[in-house]
Antibody, heavy 128, light 111 residues
Framework: EVQLVESGGGLVQPGRSLRLSCITS????????MSWLRQAPGKGLEWVGF??????????EYAASVKGRFTILRDDSKSIAYLQMNSLKSEDTAVYYC???????????????????WGQGTRVTVSS | QSALTQPRSVSGSPGQSVTISCTGS?????????VSWYQQHPDKAPKLMIY???KRPSGVPDRFSGSKSGNTASLTISGLQAEDESDYYC???????????FGGGTKLTVL
């Protein structure tokens, strides 16, 4: 059974940093692109970014709203994905979901891109 | 601000069919056959219902179907059941610069 479990959320002051973890099991982690999405209170889903497989350099892509502040990392030896969030703003307050990506992304583009397995989410509140 | 436009709400009676639209542009929905749909019940994680416009993951009832015409994708739910009452979101691949476009979500009410 595919499982994704996020952790690391909590209350953090504006301008500070936070690192979320996504521990996975039930599939060969290194074979998949991994992605983070978020959902602000009472709002819709928003894509945050993804990280390619190490076979394609483990490179990353981000939404414009987080580019330069957020970094996605992966540790294939531990089957864990991370979301490093720096310079947090109040508008980053949301439930953050870790997802496995279906489809295939080369170093330049994707051939199908969908989120086929989701964690339960971890809540991040940015407030003073 | 969402790049894809969905109706804020739709409704239908049990047994009826409803269709939720997702309108984008030639840069996303119209340019690729990579639209996916997600169901989200309150306080739950989203669940993949349709991918690559028309494909259904295993375990998703065949009452759920997807289609696309031009820049608009659609999710149709036939034989509505009470448990289909939920929020539905569409996503589309949007090329190698933006990568992902998403809709604002549609609340389905089963009357």
């Amino acid at each position: 059974e595919v499982q994704l479990v996020e952790s690391g959320g909590g209350l953090v002051q504006p301008g500070r940093s936070l690192r979320l973890s996504c521990i996975t099991s039930g599939f060969t982690f290194g074979d998949y692109v991994m992605s983070w999405l978020r959902q602000a209170p009472g709002k819709g889903l928003e894509w945050v970014g993804f990280i390619r497989r190490e076979a394609y350099g483990g490179t990353t892509e981000y939404a414009a709203s987080v580019k330069g502040r957020f970094t996605i990392l992966r540790d294939d030896s531990k089957s864990i994905a991370y979301l490093q969030m720096n310079s947090l703003k109040s508008e980053d307050t949301a439930v953050y979901y870790c997802t496995r990506v279906g489809g295939f992304c080369s170093s330049s583009s994707c051939y199908s891109l969908f989120f086929d397995s989701w964690g339960q989410g971890t809540r991040v509140t940015v407030s003073s | 601000q969402s790049a894809l436009t969905q109706p804020r709400s739709v409704s239908g009676s049990p047994g009826q069919s409803v269709t939720i639209s997702c309108t984008g542009s030639s840069s996303d929905v119209g340019g690729y056959n990579y639209v996916s749909w997600y169901q989200q019940h309150p306080d739950k994680a989203p669940k993949l219902m349709i991918y690559d416009v028309t494909k259904r993951p295993s375990g998703v009832p065949d009452r759920f179907s997807g289609s696309k015409s031009g820049n608009t994708a659609s999710l149709t739910i036939s034989g509505l059941q009470a448990e289909d009452e939920s929020d539905y979101y569409c996503f589309s691949y949007a090329g190698s610069y933006t990568f992902v476009a998403f809709g604002g979500g549609t609340k389905l009410t089963v009357l």
